[in-house]
C-alpha cells in the first residue's frame, strides 16, 4: 500500500475514534416526564429511611476499677468495685423504666432507658434515688453503692442495645456511639 493511503487511513481512523468519543461524552438533553395516563395519581417519590438514632455519649457510672468486665456470658456487663454510699450516676440522659429487687442476682436495680435502642442497668445498690418515670440527666447522682444481691460492695452496670447485652467499654470511652 502506498503511504498516502496508509496515511489517508490514519486519518479516517483518527477521526472515527474522535468521533465516537465526542458522542459517548456529550451529555443527553433533559428529558420530559412521560405523561400520566388520564385518572392516574401521582405518587411522591418515597422519602429516604429515618437515620439509626446515634447512641448517647455514655459516662462512666462510677469511679471505681473494674473488677470484671463483660464477656457476654457470665457477665452481661461490668463489675465496679467501690464503698458503701459512693454515687452511682446516670450513665447518659434518659427515663427511668424500672426500681426494683425482683431480678435474682441483681439486687437492688434501676434500669434507664436512653431512646429505642439502648438501656442501662445499675444493679446491688444500697439505696436508689429515682423512682419509675423519672427523667434523669447525665451524671445524675441515681443510687449509691452497696451490696444487695451480692457478696461485695460494687456496681454491676450492663448496657443493652435493642435488649442485647453488649460490652460497655467501646462506649463509655466513646469508641462507639
Known sequence: MPINTLVLRAALMAA???????????????????????????????????????????????????????DGKVNKGLDIAGSIGEPILATADGRVVYVGGELRGYGNMVIVKHNDTFLSAYAHAQQILVKEKDVVRQGQKIAEMGSSGTDRVKLHFELRKQGVAVDPEPYLNGQLR
Not at 36 to 60: E, H, L, Q, S
Open 16 to 70: 472515527a475514534v474522535a468521533s465516537l468519543l465526542a458522542c459517548s461524552t456529550t451529555p443527553l438533553p433533559p428529558q420530559r416526564p412521560l405523561p400520566t395516563p388520564p385518572g392516574a395519581t401521582v405518587k411522591p417519590p418515597a422519602p429516604p429511611p429515618p437515620a439509626a438514632p446515634a447512641a448517647p455519649a455514655f459516662i462512666r457510672p462510677a469511679t471505681g476499677a473494674t473488677l470484671s468486665r463483660f
